[in-house]
């Protein structure tokens, strides 16, 4: 591909993709907003807001004079990520719709709708993410650039694969939910936010007049569907399975759910008539059984979710909240399917040795954790972390990096066994190295 001059950036209707819409347009580029509708709200009673965002975003394309068009994935939404998620909770597991939602829908479809459709050069979204594709000298053009000027420097026609990176803005960072991205996609897609933080992307809005785009308050919830209370919004789409809460500890059955399915590892179980808090720490799908510990109060560890499987991270807070450190919580291994790497392959470190050392998380800016990843033969990985992290979960995503960069994903499909486990395992080992040692016969005197 030679060089760029037409790009198509997806509108949400919210600030980031508005100033990345304005930052395209000031650097001499040829732009096209485009708003996506991916859920029906017609298909179930809760609120959305999807009518509100694309007025919000035509807006935006009408200040910067700017085409805009909107274009409907409903039914690819549908089928590629939502009919998958629910097949996942059924499995028992708690899939991450954003990771899925940016891979199946935005850096597929859409992707494929600017480049063949629009015929657009490239695409753009407003993540704070950046690739080793930008070009800082280029980003720095501006509109009275001559029409000769090779903006991108001919970037698509290098073969050499293209690397994802962290944004600037590292509170931001969004390359955890591009981990699935295919280097197809990424090879046609500039991120314009690269190298800004969210203040200074405030800033420039404000001084764009994009008030209506900076009262609105941050995106959240199922990607394109919006906030929720998961329970009720799940169980539209899957029947109820009634099951037990049962003590991990004793095996005693502390009340009843309307489904696994409901429920993820480390989240706070509402059981009725319990005085302290309990916390579910694993789930058996053949029995509906649901396994519970009760909590203890820590004062710097918070469970911190808007909905039960999506954005929840690990906080300090000031103030005393109930949570659980329960060993039966913590496990420091976990097996994915078959990794997709950024980069197509595998780092060279890890196809020679089998082995490598990087960092890991599973959940949206949660700390990065060292590791040891081993691959397998069927391109699966084993994940070794240097410490036992807290509620990992089958279906979310394991996500390395090395640095700054990041490597790719795979979807954890089996865990190691929890502390509680290993604790138990030696204890048992122990009383029966005693056992064994009482059992032996005493030597008999030296006569």
């Known amino acids: 591909m030679g060089v760029i001059r037409h790009v198509v950036c997806a509108m949400s209707g919210g600030v980031d993709s508005s100033v990345a819409a304005l930052l395209l347009k000031k650097r001499g580029y040829s732009v096209t907003g485009v708003f996506m509708k991916n859920w029906d709200s017609l ?31 409903v039914k690819e939404y ?39 459709t629009l015929g657009a050069d490239a695409m753009a979204t407003g993540h704070y993410a950046r690739t080793s594709q930008e070009d800082e000298e280029v980003f720095q053009q501006t509109h009275t650039a001559p029409p000769s000027a090779t903006l991108f ?52 809005a404000a001084e764009a007049g994009f008030h209506h785009v900076l009262k609105k308050k941050e995106s959240m919830g199922i990607c394109f569907i919006g906030e929720r209370n998961f329970e009720n919004f799940i169980l539209e789409y899957l029947e109820p399975k009634p099951g037990n809460f049962v003590s991990i500890e004793d095996g005693a059955v502390m009340g009843t759910h309307k489904g696994w399915f409901t429920l993820t590892l480390g989240q706070r179980a509402r059981i009725g008539g319990q005085k302290e808090p309990w916390f579910v720490v694993d789930k058996d ?22 909905l039960p499987f999506l954005f929840y991270s690990l906080k300090c807070v000031t103030d005393q909240a109930p949570t659980t450190n329960h060993p039966a919580l ?19 470190e890890l196809v020679k040795t089998q ?27 084993w994940i070794t972390l240097s410490q036992p992290v807290r509620a990992l979960t089958p279906g979310q995503f394991a996500v390395l990096y090395k640095g700054d960069e990041c490597l790719g994903s795979g979807k954890i499909m089996q865990l190691g066994p929890s502390e509680h486990t290993l604790q138990r395992g030696r204890e048992r080992m122990a009383a029966a190295a005693a056992q064994q040692k009482e059992q032996q016969p005493s030597p008999e005197p030296a006569s």
């Not at 290098?158 to 295919?182: C, H, I, M």
């Not at 913590?330 to 790497?341: A, E, K, L, Q, S």
């Not at 954790?369 to 691959?375: E, F, G, N, S």
């Open 330 to 348: 913590f496990r420091d291994t976990v097996r994915t399917d078959r990794f997709h790497w950024v980069t197509f392959d595998p780092p060279p």
């Open 78 to 116: 549908w089928h590629e990520v939502f009919s998958k998620l629910l097949k996942e909770y059924e499995r028992g597991r708690t899939p991450n719709p954003d990771i899925l939602c940016n891979k199946h829908i935005k850096f597929n479809h859409f992707h494929k709708y600017a480049i063949n």
């Open 43 to 73: 298909d179930e009673s809760g609120v959305c807001s999807t009518e509100k965002d694309c007025e919000d975003a035509y807006r935006v394309c009408r200040t910067l004079d700017i085409p805009f068009h909107q274009v409907s994935y």
């Open 355 to 381: 082995m490598m050392e990087c960092h890991f998380r599973f959940i949206h800016q949660m700390p990065l954790t060292p590791c040891t990843v081993t691959l397998n033969m069927n391109g699966s990985v």
């Open 285 to 306: 799908t053949d029995t509906g059984e649901v396994f519970v510990v009760e909590s203890s109060v820590q004062h710097c560890l918070k469970l911190d979710r808007l």
């Open 153 to 204: 420097r001919d970037r698509f026609e290098t073969r050499n694969p293209v690397r994802l990176y962290k944004g600037a803005d590292l509170l931001k960072d969004q390359t955890f939910f591009l981990s699935q991205v295919s280097q197809d996609a990424l090879r046609q897609t500039t991120f314009p936010l690269a190298g800004l933080t969210k203040d200074f992307v405030k800033k420039i």
